[in-house]
């Protein structure tokens, strides 16, 4: 099996930063894209920021300019860098990664039990 855990998330005020981070473990050949995703109450899950196995981003037009995405390879570790938060961007952050586990077989989804972030005004 595949694990995702997530950790960083918590309580800022507006204004202030987080950095979250996303570690996968379990039996891993090859990771593709990796993802951030967030669900606000009673809202749906959006994606937040995606990066490619070659490294290259995509971003909601909502964090453009605010949140950095980046990943360590080595660590099969995908982060978020979050600056500039305002009340909105509290959710619950989820991350998702594309993972191959044997050569013989595709890649599937996996995904993290998520991390609270808060957002104070």
């Known amino acids: 099996q595949v694990q995702l855990v997530e950790s960083g998330g918590g309580l800022v005020q507006a204004g202030g930063s987080l950095r979250l981070s996303c570690v996968a473990s379990?039996?891993?050949?090859?990771?593709?894209?990796m993802n951030w995703h967030r669900q606000a109450p009673g809202k749906q899950r959006e994606l937040v920021a995606a990066?490619?196995?070659?490294?290259?981003?995509n971003y909601a037009d909502s964090v453009k300019g605010r949140f950095t995405i980046s990943r360590d390879n080595a660590k099969n570790t995908v982060y978020l860098q979050m600056n500039s938060l305002k009340p909105e961007d509290t959710a619950v952050y989820y991350c998702?990664?594309?993972?191959?586990?044997?050569?013989?077989?595709?890649?599937?989804?996996?995904w993290g039990q998520g991390t609270q972030v808060t957002v104070s005004s």
């Open positions: 990066i490619t196995g070659g490294g290259s981003t």
């Open positions: 379990g039996r891993i050949i090859s990771i593709n894209a």
């Open positions: 998702n990664a594309n993972v191959k586990r044997a050569l013989w077989e595709r890649a599937n989804d996996y």
